[in-house]
């Protein structure tokens, strides 16, 4: 098994990487160690299938703007964005922030839970690891998850148990609102200003 201390940008990547550093003045490259780390960690998804960053691709990244290892380091260890260890093929981070709790996250985790999902852990066929996290947002469509990069929100026990089970059989289940909401509209569609939805 590699130690990934040959990671390398790809050729695309390493145009990109030098468009991101670009965006910044001159003598201000480490600027660009967030975006840097993020397109580190896709690469790493599209080559092993799992999105992490290992300590040497931080040392490249960090190598590539002139910046400490350690420096690059606190800014992965700092972002819940960035996996330090590897996750599951759907990384499952669910918000247990105040307004979705207050709106039935609890459900949504015995949700995970019952499909043998456990926090901070990855289940053993390495399909899905769970996390609990902060404000992801989308607090009027609460409660939600984030899996990967996509949201479902307005969740239940129900939705969630089926959008799990579409994933573990390698489905593609429909993001956003489960309920038919469109971005942050009242349930049930507008209640003012009716005579502008037509318009």
């Known amino acids: ?31 660009a160690v967030m975006p840097l780390l993020w397109l580190a960690q896709y ?3 599209d080559e092993t299938g799992v999105a992490w960053l290992p300590v040497p ?8 703007i002139g910046m400490p290892y350690i420096r690059a380091y606190e800014v992965a260890s ?3 964005m960035y996996n330090l260890k590897p996750i599951g093929r759907y990384h499952v981070q669910l918000c247990g ?6 709106r039935g996250s609890d459900e949504i985790m015995k ?27 989308a607090c009027a469509n609460a ?20 959008i799990l089970d579409a994933l573990e059989r390698g489905e593609t289940p429909a993001t956003g609102s489960q309920i038919g909401r469109t971005a942050s509209c009242p349930e049930g569609g507008a209640t003012t200003l009716k005579e502008m939805v037509g318009g």
């Open 143 to 162: 409660p939600m998850v984030q899996i990967n990069d996509h949201n479902y929100e307005d969740l239940t026990y129900a939705t969630m148990r089926s």
């Open 111 to 137: 949700a995970c839970h019952d499909k043998g999902l456990k926090k901070g852990a990855t289940t053993a066929d390495g399909l899905f690891t769970l996390t609990e996290v902060e404000c992801l947002g």
């Open 97 to 102: 922030t105040t307004p979705c709790l207050l």
């Open 78 to 80: 700092f972002y819940t």
């Open 1 to 31: 098994m590699s130690d990934f201390s040959d990671f390398a940008w790809t050729a695309e990547n390493a145009a990109e990487a030098q468009r991101l550093i670009g965006l910044y003045p001159p003598g201000r490259q480490a600027s």
């Open 43 to 45: 690469q790493m998804r």
């Open 57 to 64: 691709v931080i040392e490249y990244v960090a190598n590539q």
